[in-house]
């Protein structure tokens, strides 16, 4: 479990990095930290690996305290980091064999779970060959089994899928599901929103070292962009006319062949609008929920965090 | 212990294989150590022939102990090159936050990289020095005895130990290769100066003489050990107050610590000077050990030595004291020559040079300044023994009225920049080296405007215009 309470950090006296950003990720549960370049994803995850300490507030990561208890948590912690960091001159096997000697894993063990993420990730082959020979998103996956050699129970991963091709990004995206379903934590930091979209079960969005949004992608959504839109589609133009919605629906927009209503409570509402739309002989093709993408509450609080305007 | 060693050992293997696969670092090695002992050992023919020519036996004595010194520091240079790039390096191409998120010890990681850092160039400069010893073998020329030899590779060891742990010490302020390597020149260029000391005594021709530098350079390197340990740490690798100068907040921090919480110069006096100076119980004890101990030690020196070199009869000292019995009203005289304001400017840049001789080396030249003044006094007393004046009347009359001001204000001076040094190689939490100079600096300023400059005004009035009185006065009965 990771949590934390007013962490904040503050560089060169006078400068918040992060400032009292409040968290709990749960095991089992997967954090997407979005924000912008220099939002302060990164000092947040260096706060959470004990590499640089708060200058406010608190946090803690496996249930030890990150300025208390810094050995402990970066041996239970595996990360990946902004920069893959690889050693260019090791192969790959040598390099996940340090690792593993660093973490304190015995020499049987070290080989069992090199070979196996070498294998997962499809780099058996290369093994032998130096890191420095790799292509980007091999790099990319020898970092990613880096961070998992020792097994960690938290993880905190700085954009695992970026410079992979779709099916390796898919098969770290599996990964990271097993091992959510495998009760560890997780916290992402990515720019990549479809991907914070498939795998988050939290989404926060940092701006200038503060936390704007904290919640499930449905809690956000509604927050942000206001009540769940449903769209009823006719087969023909429809004249609805004065319509007299149910309580609880409001009309969003219209057109000839469709009408868009803002919901509050679509279980209790939608069965009375659809009734009413049939007995007005609507000739309804369909009646949906409007999807909302992440990349829409992630632009307009960005928009209204720097006092723009969201265009959707 | 053993698994301390265990953890160094695995740092240094991983930086001993990244070391060996790059061949720029290798190839270069192995040019100067396969190339370099054939041209010093030409060089050594070429001057063998000129000096027994033309003569020049103490050179030609010492030639050899000199190439090995020489030959031995070139791929030494090497160890700034390993060392920036196993730090910065590191830093630069984001390898180290892996290596810092893990479970190893800052101590860990540092000593893995200073071994690594010594050990390879120090391999190439004896296998350097072994080469162009064979090959010098077969001339005729004087080789040098096995102790000097010993003496040599220990110098060469302390020169590596003094090198890297440098070069660690700049890595840890630089983010980028080519900001360390700017910085390096900080290191090469006393190191060069320090080889050319060694070379002095070398020609000097007393072999024990380079124990004192062999001490000297394994003093220093010790302390940037010491230092390079008390600030590599992860906090402050990966922060980012060293990428910028704040010069605001630098000010800021440093008066916050001189004025302290003061309100008016009576309250500074009152509840900050005596804080700083209870902090300094400890180094103003050593202080004054050690200005005992070279004062006395001087003392002695001078009464046991120098009637081997001057003439002291009878006659002559009789001849010395009425040289200066005339000589007296000269005294009057003193203030014309050196005026009172002159003499305090004089002993507050002394005060000065102690300090910043003391921060270049973290108080040890500044001691040493410190000793050798305190040892000219000491020597003074020694040679008014030998004249015949009571030393404790002469340092009673002659030094006591003004020193009772001066030393009070030299000893305190001096032991504020001892602490700065120590406060420097000392871990300090949550601080950077930045901040620990800043807080040392205040420290010693507190005490420098404070103390030192009130009592060196006073000590230069009594020494211009009292002490020569009473020496006049008291003179007879010397």
Redesign the interface.
Known sequence: MIETNDLSKQ????FW?VDGVTLTVQPGEILALLGQNGAGKTTTV?ML?????PTRGWARVGGHDITKNP?EI??N?G?L??????????TGE?YLD??G????LEPKIRKARSDYLLEYFGLTESARR?SGEYSKGMKQKL?LA?ALMHDPSVLLLDEPTSAMDPESAQLVRNEISRLRSSKRTIIICTHNLAEAEALADKIAIIYRGKILLNGTLDELKRDVLGPVEYEAKFAEAFDAGDLELPQGATLASRSATSLKFRIEAPQAVNPKLVHMLTSRDAPLVSFHEVPRKLEQVYLKTMADAQGGTYAA | MRRNLRTIWMVARREFIDQFRDWRIIVPMLLLVSLFPFIADDTTRQAVNFMNRFGGDLILDNLVPFVVLVIGFFPLSFTLVVALESFVGEKERGTIEPLLSSPLEDKHMYLGKLLVGITTPLVFSYASIGIYLILVSRREVALPSAYMLALILLLTFAHAVLMVSSAIVISVQATTIRAANLLASFVVVPVAFLLQGETVLIFWGNEDVLWFAIAGVTLLAGLLVRLGLAHFRREYLLGREIDTINLKWMWRAFRNRFIGNAKSISEWYRNEIPVTLRQLRQPLIIVIALALVGGIVSYTWVVMNVPAYFDLSPDHITEIRTFLAENLSNLDRLGERLPAPLLFYYNARTTVVFLLLGLVSFGTLGLTLFIVNIGLVGGVLGAASLVGYSPLAVFVVGILPHGIFELSAVFLATAAMLKTGAQLVTPQADKSLGEMLLISLADWFRIFIGIAIPLLAIAAVIEIYITPWLIKQFFPFL
């Open positions: 560089f060169n006296h006078d990095a260096r690996t004990a590499l640089l300490k050995q970066r041996t912690v990360v980091t902004e920069q893959h960091g690889l050693y260019m001159r090791m040598e340090f690792f000697e660093v973490y304190g130096r970092a880096r």
